[in-house]
């Protein structure tokens, strides 16, 4: 049967989907059982045998690379638009700040002058969304991306649904069993997100001119992410202590994080973490830092459902701690507090 693996005492539990099959089987529950342990715990998981092809992966990161090396007015012609719930398109260094629980429009400007988020990104999402329309470059110009993409955020999907959001539902014992947070999820209200960290000097990043991502929390049910060989992304542990520990690329592993939105629903019995990327050490040797590619795909639930506390969370002596929310209103106010 397939176990949790620490890597150390206090570090990122590795669950192993090989035996999940349709979410049925007994060990289909331990394996959900597994899975929300980590959650507990720390909020974050490394996952293997996800049934995610990774030749699949490997070309999405490299319609990303051929993306990012486009000429900066050529990803122009994809532009993220002015409102930040209208997460599409591209977005260049310097566009987006992140911070954390912060909505005070003084406070966020002063953030922004503070380290600046030293990336640039393409945001996905649903091509048939009646509310967001994707913004995509014109076909000639990076020939296929459009395809590649679409059929990513579609892989990812399957994933949620198939094993991800099933596995969570039958490790809190759910009523209705391993459908219940699909439920919630049926209108595919997702993000897939493409991440280049480019190239710096190493001292740029050591004086703390430039950073890659501060420390935040994600904002919806959760996350999961393919990163590439160089890392940066660190994770605190334990939850609360201020303390970071790295979480190195695993070949074969996706990793994924607990979102604020399904800590709030959970009564925070799913713990949703602070994590950050940093610049990897310089090699010694060029004085550059090496850029960075990854891949978030970021899940919500149903934007108009109310959401109130998640059965079996909450009881007399634990009792609801939020009053219920859409996600719609709580995303897009974190959303537009970035942007």
């Known amino acids: 049967m397939p176990g949790t693996i620490f890597l150390e005492p206090t570090a990122i539990p590795i669950v192993d989907f090989a035996g999940f099959g349709e979410g049925a089987s007994p060990e289909a ?13 720390v ?23 051929r993306l990012f090396s486009l000429p900066v007015e050529t990803k122009l012609l994809a532009p993220h638009p002015k409102e930040g719930w209208k997460h599409r398109g591209y977005s260049g260094v310097g ?35 009646p509310r967001i329309s994707n913004v995509w470059l014109p076909e000639q110009v990076l020939p296929g991306f459009r395809d590649a993409a679409s059929t990513f955020f579609d892989t990812c999907r399957r994933f949620e649904m198939e ?58 049910t ?19 202590s201020g303390n970071f520990v790295a979480a190195p690329p695993i070949p074969g592993t996706i990793v994924f ?37 990854s891949i978030p795909y970021f899940m919500s639930a149903d934007r108009d459902i109310l959401i109130d506390c998640l059965p079996g969370c909450w009881d007399e002596e634990n009792p609801k701690k939020y009053e219920p929310v859409t996600a719609g209103v709580y995303i897009d106010m974190r959303l537009d507090a970035t942007y």
């Not at 979102?259 to 949703?272: A, E, V, Y």
């Not at 990897?280 to 550059?288: A, E, L, Q, R, V």
Request: hydrophobic fraction near 35%.
């Open 95 to 129: 566009r987006e700040q992140v911070s954390q629980m912060v909505f005070d429009p003084a406070q966020l400007a002063g953030i922004r002058k503070q380290t600046p988020d030293f990336k640039e990104s393409f945001d996905i999402g649903r091509d048939d969304s």
């Open 163 to 220: 094993k991800l959001l099933p596995a969570l539902s039958l490790g809190l014992e759910l009523p209705g069993g391993a459908e219940f947070l699909g439920k919630y999820h049926q209108e595919a209200d997702n993000q897939l997100r493409l991440l280049h960290y480019p190239a710096a000097p190493a001292e740029v990043f050591a004086s703390g001119e430039k950073g890659r991502i501060g420390a935040h929390t994600d904002y919806a």
């Open 257 to 293: 994080n607990i979102g604020d939105f399904l800590m709030r629903w959970s009564n925070d019995t799913l713990k949703s973490t602070m994590h950050r990327v940093r610049a990897p050490p310089n090699d010694g040797k060029s004085g550059m830092i090496k850029e960075r590619f």
């Open 222 to 240: 959760g996350t999961i992410l393919f990163q590439d060989d160089v890392g940066g992304l660190e994770v605190e542990s334990p939850r609360g």
């Open 43 to 65: 909020g974050f998981a490394y996952f293997r045998n996800t049934g995610i092809p990774q030749a699949e992966v490997d070309s999405m990161f490299e319609m990303s690379s």
């Open 29 to 41: 529950i331990e394996i959900g059982k597994q899975l929300v342990k980590a959650c507990q715990e």
